[in-house]
């Protein structure tokens, strides 16, 4: 039986392919001038080249972290470029009809398909292909309901005061070294502002795609929900096949005011590498949002791709009666790694978080939970529930849990739950008995094992979520 | 002995009891029934004084002293008792070691001698003997672990070891078997007396056939809608709740 | 002290140097040798160290322990040193040591035909060779700082050897007694069980200590081998007095079909830290760990424990209580970690912890690390307060709020007492237990 599942586990990945656009790439390496090429290339003001240049200096004292459950080799940042953009953007297109037709192709082959997701979904999509946007649909429509969502590099000119105030606010410069890294080479991202009260008419939405050889990306968010608003925001990561390792360090900040609330989704399907554990991307995350008086995070994510995957999207509850949310499927098969969870640090009263999490592995990867919940000595009445459950599928993979549990506060409540189960023969002899066949049987188990976090997605992204488990569990039988 | 005026009371931002008034004299015994999710739970909680149920109107007196001004325990040592509908489990806590405590508290509150040990042990296992558990149950840790029925008598026998002036007895006669209900009306008939009160809530009118009670009261959306003798019980038993709504509309 | 104060107070070269003047039996020098060099390889550890995260050595730092005190001032009588010890009721026999002494007169006369007891420098051919064949096997040096300085520093110790197919009823108890004394020193204790195949015994590890404050540094590592089809019923018991300063483990190796029975209790320290290491090394082995942790004013507790599933078809059942009352920190890392072959094991680890004040402190961590498919784990952490219904019902019955709380702390630790297979050790410790949850009598007369 375990033969069955190891063919079924082998499969392909469907978003690999090149797109061939001319692109202006900087040769690799890393120094002062590479950030001041690209602070100029954006016409960036001084205070963010200054901002850039600080955290370089920050991130040349810092040591690469070891501590994750991963083990990949030594990575030579003077091997990566830094600066990727299509060519064919010096002349930014005004609309869609204008894009790249190249472009547009490989969205479709993601089963993107802009004109129709954008039009039936009402999904606003900002596109970042290597480093930089390249269009932001339904952006009219967002005005008028006075919500900001552009890249980030034409915020830094439009709406200075806000990315001067709150960039870097969440995670400093000084954060991690892979933060730090991308604070001093960011080249593009999304930049969200939701006004006080206003509901955001639509789901926000960005794909990011790495398409240059040797380019790494460091793309960095802004959400900032103020007061009262509330906003769904999309995030979706391919990258093609390459037989060496790319790397990805990008850096989320949330800003959620008093009574906001932000939901933060992810579908990341970056490149896994090969059966034989070549290629992928590195995938370095720091995710973090900062929750005022009532306020609420919920952060969702899918992790399916990457061949090494490091990433903790954690929520600050700071404010009285704040909420936080992490719900995580997180699958690796062949050679992947992932180390992944949240941080739930509680600093205000009556302040409440949950975690659920699922970890599948298959293959001969391994798949780790680490999470910290902290109730700092304010957190009076703070709760939180965390459940951590782990499908094994097949007898070469791991399946790890590392749970932080940090309380100062007498009436604070934390509760810690972990299971771990695999697919059973039973259960699939019984699926077998009943007239289903293998494959679909694991991925009905699989995705009943998953129910709990899909259900937390919003629906066009559940259904894609529940496409690609299958896609990643299914394969040449049958 | 107990007088509630109009009382109000709401859990959870919920307005449960809305105006309920209710009078029993040293020696009687009033029955009160009703529809699921009626309020007589919480009419024994806010009694009792648990937290989290909050008296928003009304009074109540036992025994010619504000009840409300009291802390829980402190109505416990005054001699009012409540048996629960679910009894809770205390792990790690000996039903002994807790006995003991809730005995000693209420007698030192009397202005009697907290019995000793030895004396204290014959006491209990008398008790015991009369709810028909077996002398082991002293020893295990507080409900933990009793089926639906034991955990029933352990509440009767908590009932006779503290002598309280008013039982409110809430579905004291669910879960028990045929033997176990007439062990548990044996109990409560025991311990009748001219100066000792109960309140028994019950769905069903065979434990009355056995505990007679000497008012029948109908408890509904938060409120008593009907009161009677002890013929109300068979003609709810008989008709159910529903012709009530209807007469009183 | 004013002659200590001039030298540099580096605990760890101290220990260094103290290992290096130790005195022991000559077959033992080679892993006194092996345990410095070890040693000397470790990094102090810090707050970066992983397994040191919440635990500050710092402590050991303050005090000159670069000498070894004879056993001269001992304020206590005979009979007030077996007070602190002594379990009544229980068939027992003891090996005392005072401040790392062996003490004759308070030692037993043991002559039981089912286990041989012995100190090392007492041992005979026969049974240094069993010394010698399994001492430092199963402590693994290079992981675990401590042992590595125990065993540098090595210079005696205690075997138990359970024969073969024979049962001991008689538990066989390892007392160490520290006492103030007007220098720092350091103890170094070692204990080796060998339970051989089809043996069962019982082991009792108390340290304990006088009331005055405490001037030891208390370095204790147990290893134990289980062989096949034996069980072992193994206790340990930190009793020391609040400022003691306490680091110690024990390493177990279970062999197919063994079981192992083993129940901790910590009171807290100035700095406590055990480390509990199982080896499933043979098919069909059960381990069964429970402990409680009870830190209160400024005291620090630490118990780190990792259980190794080597082999198939072996189960493990873990439960660890804490109170934390006052300023107390207590540490709790449990981590069960499944081998590739491990196939079939079932293990499960619950961790639950109550903070009894606002300055109180919980770090815990229970970690599973798994590499093989069919098995089921599962671990559970809470941190919690008093049941509010539990709570009500008390209330409810007349028992005033303090006394209430008292009793359900307590019973949240006796709930774990009562599982214990030697009855006299259940009423040994519910005193000392029931002691803590109240300066007041009023509040504990009803525990007991
Ligand atoms: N702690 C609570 N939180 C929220 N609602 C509550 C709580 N306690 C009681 N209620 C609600 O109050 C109402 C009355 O409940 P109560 O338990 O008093 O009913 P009851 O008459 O005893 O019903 P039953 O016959 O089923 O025992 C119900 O709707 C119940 O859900
Ligand atoms: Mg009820």
């Not at chain 1, 001319?22 to 001084?46: A, H, M, Q, W, Y």
């Not at chain 1, 005022?292 to 919920?298: D, E, G, L, R």
């Not at chain 3, 050897?161 to 720092?184: C, G, M, P, W, Y």
Request: hydrophobic share 35%; proline share 3%; charged share 25%.
């Amino acid at each position: 039986m375990t033969e069955e599942i190891n063919e079924l586990i082998k499969n392909e990945y469907e978003a690999g392919f090149v797109t061939d656009v001319e692109s202006e790439t900087l040769p690799p390496g890393l120094n002062e001038d590479v950030i001041r090429f690209i602070s100029s290339k954006k016409n960036e003001p001084e205070w963010l080249l200054e901002w850039r240049l600080k955290a370089f200096h920050v991130w040349k004292e810092m040591d690469e972290p070891t501590w994750a459950h991963v083990q990949y080799p030594e990575i030579n940042f003077q091997d990566v470029s830094y600066y990727s953009a299509p060519k064919s953007m010096d002349d930014r297109p005004k609309s869609l009809d204008e894009v790249d037709p190249e472009l547009l192709k490989t969205y479709e082959k993601l089963g993107i398909p802009l004109h129709e997701q954008a039009a039936l979904a009402g999904v606003a999509v900002d596109v970042v292909f290597d480093s930089v946007s390249v269009v932001t649909t339904f952006r009219e429509k967002l005005k008028e309901a006075g919500v900001i969502f552009m890249p980030i590099s034409e915020a830094v000119h439009e709406h200075p005061d806000l990315v001067k105030k709150y960039l870097g606010s969440v995670v400093p410069q000084k954060d991690n070294y892979y933060a730090a890294l991308n604070c001093a080479v960011f080249s593009d991202g999304s930049f969200v502002y939701i006004p006080k009260g206003v509901r955001c008419p639509m789901e926000l939405s960005t794909y990011f795609r790495i398409n240059e050889q040797s380019t790494g990306q460091f793309e960095r968010t802004l959400i900032i929900a103020e007061e009262g608003s509330h906003v769904s925001y999309l995030e979706g990561c391919t990258a093609p096949m390459r037989d060496e390792n790319q790397l990805h360090a990008a850096v989320v900040e949330l800003v959620a005011l008093d009574n906001a609330e932000i939901k933060y989704s992810t579908v990341q399907n970056w490149y896994p590498g090969d059966a034989e554990g070549k290629g992928g991307i590195y995938n370095f995350v720091t995710k973090r949002g900062v929750c005022h008086t009532n306020a609420k995070i919920s952060w969702t994510q899918v992790e399916t791709g990457s061949a090494v995957t490091w990433k903790y999207p954690s929520c600050i509850l700071k404010g009285d009666n704040s909420v936080g949310e992490f719900y995580s499927v997180a699958l690796t098969n062949n050679f992947q790694q992932a180390d992944t969870g949240t941080k739930m640090i509680h600093l205000g009263k009556n302040t409440k978080s949950t975690i659920i999490t699922k970890g599948i592995s298959a293959g001969k990867s391994q798949n780790a939970y680490r999470g910290l919940v902290r109730m700092n000595p304010g957190a009076e009445g703070a709760r939180n529930y965390t459940q951590c459950d782990s499908l094994l599928i097949g007898d070469k993979c791991g399946a790890h849990t590392f749970p932080y549990i940090e309380s100062k506060h007498p009436s604070a409540v934390i509760e810690h739950e972990a299971t771990t189960s695999k697919v059973s023969d039973d259960q699939l002899f019984l699926c077998q008995q009943r007239g289903i066949d293998v494959e679909k049987a694991v991925s009905m188990i699989v995705n009943g094992f998953c129910k709990e976090v899909f259900k937390e997605l919003p629906m066009e992204f559940a259904v894609e979520a529940g496409k690609l488990l299958e896609v990643s569990l299914e394969g040449s039988v049958g | 002995m107990l007088s509630i005026k109009n009382l109000q009371a709401k859990v959870e931002e919920k307005d449960i009891i809305k105006g309920l008034n209710l009078n029993i004299k040293p020696g009687e015994v009033h029955a009160i029934m009703g529809p699921n999710g009626a309020g007589k739970s919480t009419l024994g909680n806010v009694l009792s004084g648990r937290e989290g149920y909050e008296v928003t109107g009304g009074s109540v007196e036992f025994l010619g002293k504000d009840l409300l001004d009291f802390e829980p325990e402190e109505r416990a040592r005054e001699g009012l008792f409540l048996a629960f509908q679910y009894p809770v489990e205390i792990p790690g806590v000996s039903n002994l070691e807790f006995l003991k405590a809730s005995v000693d508290a209420v007698r030192e509150h009397r202005g009697q001698d907290p019995l000793d040990s030895v004396s204290f042990l014959k006491l209990a296992r008398e008790k015991c003997k009369a709810v028909n558990l077996d002398q082991n149950f002293l020893k295990r840790g507080v409900n933990e672990g009793f089926s639906g029925g034991e955990k029933k008598r352990n509440e009767i026998m908590q009932m006779m070891l503290l002598e309280p002036s008013l039982c409110i007895l809430d579905e004291t006669d669910s879960g028990l078997d045929i033997d176990a209900l007439q062990v548990v009306a044996d109990g409560v008939n025991s311990q009748r007396s001219v100066d000792r009160s109960f309140i028994v809530v019950t769905h069903y009118q065979r434990l009355l056939d056995y505990i007679v009670p000497d008012y029948v009261h109908v408890l509904a959306n938060g409120r008593i809608v009907k009161s009677g003798g002890k013929e109300l019980a068979l003609e709810l038993e008989e008709k159910g709740y529903s012709w009530i709504d209807e007469e009183v509309v | 002290m004013t002659e200590a104060s001039t030298q540099t107070l580096d605990y760890a070269s101290q220990a260094l140097s103290l290992a290096q003047s130790v005195e022991g039996p000559e077959w033992l020098s080679g892993l006194r040798k092996d345990g410095q060099q070890s040693f000397e390889g470790h990094a102090w550890p810090t707050r970066k160290t992983e397994h040191w995260k919440y635990t500050n050595l710092s402590a050991l730092n303050k005090q000159n322990y670069a000498q070894l005190v004879a056993n001269d001032s001992v304020a206590l009588t005979d009979s007030e040193a077996q007070q602190l010890y002594l379990i009544a009721d229980l068939d027992a026999v003891q090996l005392v040591f005072v401040n790392g002494h062996f003490s004759e007169t308070l030692s037993s006369e043991i002559d039981l035909d089912s286990v041989e007891v012995v100190r090392f420098s007492q041992a005979d051919e026969d049974q240094r060779s069993v010394i010698s064949d399994n001492l430092g096997q199963i402590t693994l040096n290079e992981e675990h700082i401590f042992s590595a300085l125990n065993a540098g520093q090595l210079d005696d110790g205690v075997l138990i050897r359970f024969l073969k197919n024979k049962k001991t009823e008689t538990a066989i108890q390892v007392v160490h007694l520290t006492t103030a004394q007007s220098q720092s020193f350091s103890v170094n204790a070692r204990l080796l069980v060998v339970s051989e195949a089809g043996s069962q015994g019982v082991v009792v590890e108390s340290f304990v200590s006088d009331d005055a404050s405490q001037t030891a540094i208390v370095n204790s590592i147990t290893e134990c081998r289980i062989d096949d089809n034996s069980k072992l019923f193994h206790y340990r018991l930190q009793l020391e007095q609040e400022d003691a300063i306490h680091i110690g483990g024990m390493h177990v190796q279970l062999n197919a079909g063994s079981q192992l029975e083993s129940f901790h209790v910590g009171l807290g320290g100035k700095v406590k830290r055990v480390d509990v290491v199982v080896n499933h090394e043979g098919s069909g082995a059960h381990c069964d760990l429970k402990g409680v942790y009870l830190p209160k004013n400024s005291q620090h507790i630490d118990y780190h424990t990792c259980i190794e599933h080597k082999v198939p078809h072996c189960t493990t059942s873990e439960v660890f209580r804490g109170i934390i009352a006052n300023q107390a920190k207590a540490v709790f890392n449990g981590r069960i970690h499944i081998h590739p072959d491990a196939q079939k094991t079932l293990a499960e680890l619950n961790n639950r912890n109550l903070l009894l004040s606002n300055k109180a402190e919980i770090n815990t961590k229970p970690e599973l690390e798994i590499y093989a498919d069919d098995v089921r784990c599962a671990h559970g952490a809470t941190i919690a307060q008093l049941d509010d219904n539990a709570m009500n019902y008390m209330l409810s019955r007349g028992i005033g709020r303090q006394e209430a709380e008292v009793m359900m702390s307590f019973g949240f630790i006796n709930e774990l007492l009562n599982g214990l297979a030697h009855h006299p050790i259940q009423e040994k410790l519910r005193p000392i237990l029931a002691d803590l949850f109240g300066k007041d009598d009023s509040l504990t007369r009803h525990l007991l």
